[in-house]
């Protein structure tokens, strides 16, 4: 889920939608109005689940996607060979989660580890363990 928001209301370290992928803002720079146009915000992000660098150009009183972002404390239940599975801590539900590309986030990664974990539009990333 997302929610609509002013362009000109964007913070370096919040988090956007830029062409269906959720990304993390790294830079705004925000050109002033001139004589017969509006003023502009340049962006560039980085994507959450690919790394990709995006940027794009959008007049600041234009509307932004924000993806919702789901926090969630989580234990790892087992390792698989193509990811681990997670049981949530609050609902008891277990969740699929492909391995994180850190290499020392994935080498903690054990059967009975507490992780933090984030579940945007459907998908699941494991942000850290505790």
Request: charged letters at 30%; a negative charge.
């Amino acid at each position: 889920m997302t929610k609509p928001m002013d362009v000109g209301e964007l913070r370096v370290g919040g988090y956007m939608m830029i062409e269906g992928e959720p990304c993390r803002i790294v830079d705004i720079t925000k050109s002033k109005p001139g004589k017969h146009g509006a003023a502009k915000a340049r962006i560039v992000a980085i994507g959450v689940f690919d790394d990709q660098k995006r940027q794009f150009v959008k007049p600041v009183d234009a509307n932004a996607e924000v993806p919702l972002i789901d926090k969630r404390a989580g234990q790892i239940f087992s390792v698989n060979p193509t990811g681990v599975q997670i049981m949530d801590l609050e609902t008891y539900e277990y969740v699929d989660a492909p391995f994180p590309d850190e290499e020392d986030l994935k080498s903690k990664l054990e059967p009975g580890v507490e992780i933090e974990y984030w579940q945007i539009l459907g998908k699941v990333k494991i942000t850290r363990t505790k």
